[in-house]
């Protein structure tokens, strides 16, 4: 029996992907401990790890991070000083055989060097391709980014670790990638290093409740932008008047931040939450308008759903893009989008023989992949 220890960071679309990987392992004989804050700790528990609970500092879901990329990675680099040295207490007696890390979990290869035992990272977006530096050279090349990675390169030599910071954000010696693979961008140019498994789903009825879609059989819509993004009361009044004369369920997920008051009284077909179980709707969903966040994308395209991208940051505006270049979604502006637009996009998109095709094609390619299973063979490889 294997110690495989798991570290991420508080957000349910990096959380989420892991656990059916967790519970595989687990199933395989493997005993995992997982370094996560106290609020992840019982779905991480539910999934068969045991929780190395440390405190954070980072947002938790149901608070925006910021939209800079310097201030959002001094928050991870922050986040790394505080909770090293109490990740290295913790496993001081109980040394793991491997590290899995999220993308955003920068103790891990630190801890690993220092421990002389293989991380593989667990990447939950987009990766590196061949001229990605060069593409996104007009993100990097900004005094304040530049700063940071000067921050990022005294940190790590302070700790012994010889990786540049540049290399040690972007590059991993080894990955493991739960996104489609036709959805990342030059698929073709990316190391072999990655492998891609599609989305890690399974049954999340225990910590998320369930759901019941209608017996009259109307097609379901999925109204729900996530966890941190939810203050938008104007567009869900644009939602109340694009859907509700419709002959649709509405499944509207209106977040913490709304007063359900502020925004009138709903249509008759339409059910307001603060938090749904949302793969479970997506099993139903005949159309999803999302913000786009990867989770929330990837579940979808698994299901075979269309989607209306209604995005808030960058990292979701790329993913909106590429939906619309896949031929499966379309992308509007949160801040001006009308009801009309919105009407205009669901339908347009649920009568579209051309979209149901090339959604059959990705969910095919997603199957394909081996998702969970797959995940877990190519952990288990790094032990051997």
């Not at 940190?155 to 540049?166: D, T, V």
């Not at 739960?178 to 030059?186: D, K, L, N, R, T």
Request: proline share 8%; aromatic share 8%; glycine share 8%.
């Amino acid at each position: 029996m294997s110690h495989i220890a798991f570290f991420n960071i508080p957000g349910h679309g990096h959380v989420n992907p892991t656990l059916p990987v967790v519970t595989e392992l687990v199933r395989r004989g493997h005993r995992v401990t997982y370094a996560v804050s106290p609020g992840f700790a019982h779905i991480v528990e539910q999934a068969g790890a045991t929780p190395v609970v440390h405190p954070t500092g980072l947002p938790a879901d149901d608070r925006e991070w910021p939209t800079g990329m310097a201030p959002a990675m001094r928050l991870f680099l922050t986040e790394a000083k505080t909770v090293l040295p109490l990740l290295e207490a913790a496993y001081a007696d109980d040394r793991p055989d491997l590290v899995v890390y999220d993308i955003g979990a920068w103790t891990a290869r630190v801890l690993a060097r220092r421990w002389g035992v293989p991380a593989i990272q667990f990447s939950p977006t987009f990766v590196a391709y061949e001229g990605w530096e060069e593409e996104m050279a007009h993100l990097y090349d900004h005094p304040d980014v530049e700063a940071f990675f000067a921050e990022l390169d005294e940190w790590l030599a302070a700790e012994g670790c010889p990786i540049p910071g540049r290399t040690y954000v972007g590059h991993p010696d080894r990955a493991v990638v739960s996104i489609a693979p036709a959805f990342q961008p030059h698929r073709e140019s990316v190391h072999p290093k990655y492998t891609f498994v599609g989305p890690c789903l399974d049954d999340r009825s225990s910590f998320q409740g369930t759901w019941e879609p209608p017996a009259d059989g109307r097609p379901v819509l999925l109204v729900s932008f996530g966890s941190a993004y939810t203050n938008e009361p104007r567009v869900y009044r644009a939602c109340f008047e694009a859907f509700g004369d419709l002959d649709w369920h509405v499944v509207m997920n209106i977040g913490k931040h709304v007063d359900p008051a502020e925004l009138g009284e709903p249509p008759a077909n339409v059910e307001l939450h603060r938090w749904v179980p949302q793969l479970e709707i997506l099993a139903h969903a005949k159309v999803f308008v999302t913000h786009c966040g990867m989770g929330g994308t990837m579940e979808g395209l698994h299901h075979g759903v269309p989607m209306v991208a209604l995005p808030a940051l960058g990292e979701q505006a790329m993913n909106a893009q590429r939906l619309v270049d896949l031929g499966v979604g379309r992308h509007l502006d949160r801040d001006a989008v009308t009801a009309e637009q919105l009407r205009s996009a669901v339908l347009e998109l649920a009568d579209d023989p051309g979209v149901a095709r090339r959604l059959a094609a990705i969910r095919a390619e997603i199957r394909a992949a081996g998702g969970t299973t797959a995940a877990a063979d190519v952990i288990e490889a790094e032990l051997r």
